[in-house]
């Protein structure tokens, strides 16, 4: 074996950076609080140990309400470290506090040696003046789903406007077995008997499989070549989001027909749309940070602002409709 091959095989096991991105929508009152809790807890997570790089977002007036913040560890287990840790727990409670709602947290984690993440989309048509019953059983889903093995994290996007009237929850897990682990477990189905009244309809997505979608450095006679699993995840992130949201326009079409036939018709035009359109888009847009094969930490920063800002501007515009 060449010293070429064996530097490629080395590189190759090298465990990839794991990334967690946090969405705060702060109390006009508790600004000045929670900027020196955020400076407070980036000083923390860049002294502590296998920190990568941070990079905080303001809010914008009139475009973007809330403040994100990214946390970039060099592997999964020193990012499960960073969350497990004492300090970051006491500057986390001092940033809650200064929130007028809870934070949302999306966590990217992946290994070459690991299965690729997955994920499962789920929209729920809240039934009229059940929504405090609602909120209250996510609560209780959230907590059971955080038990079962590879749990990785809920995020969820509240219902907007005229045509955006559903919920919408993306729980990830690390493989498909530990999803699998929750989807068919007795605790989830006792939980969709008490969900039952509360909701008129709900939805489910799946999302694995992901390497067909990025049609990247292909060519005649050339094997696939795709990124890492959690660049695929986000981008799929970037492009499910709208695309669930576009359907919900749709879904008076076709609002009479049984739950299994508007289930079909929603997956039929979700993994069509994702397939031919949405997806060969997004990945050519993304395309200088999906592909790169340096580690570039200006580049890998540039591609997560880019999705974290892209995705906070799909929840302002369909708010506004």
Known sequence: MSNEDSTETREAHVPQPATAIASHLVH?????????????????ARKFPGFVGTEVLGPIAGLQAEWVAIFRLESNE?????????????HAERIEAC?????????????????????????????RDKEAEYLEWRRKAIAAQAHYPGYLATEFFKPHGTFQNEWVDIVRYDNVGDLNRWMESKERAALLKELDPIVESMHAHPVTGLEGWFALNRGSGVTVSGPPPWKQALAVLFALYPTVMVLNFLNPLWHNLSFAQSMLIGNILSVGLLTYLVMPWVSRFLNFWLTARTRDWMNEALGLSTVAIGIVLFVLIFQAL
Do not use: C
């Not at 020193?78 to 006491?90: F, G, I, V, Y």
């Not at 809870?102 to 729920?124: G, I, K, Q, W």
């Open 99 to 127: 929130l007028a709602e809870p934070s949302h947290m999306l966590l990217l984690a992946s290994d070459d040696n690991a299965e690729p993440p997955v994920a499962m989309v789920f929209t729920h048509r809240v039934a």
């Open 28 to 44: 006009p009152d508790k600004a000045g609080e929670y900027f020196a809790a955020q400076t407070a807890i980036t000083e923390a």
């Open 78 to 90: 020193a990012m499960k470290r960073w969350l497990n840790s004492p300090e970051r727990a006491q």
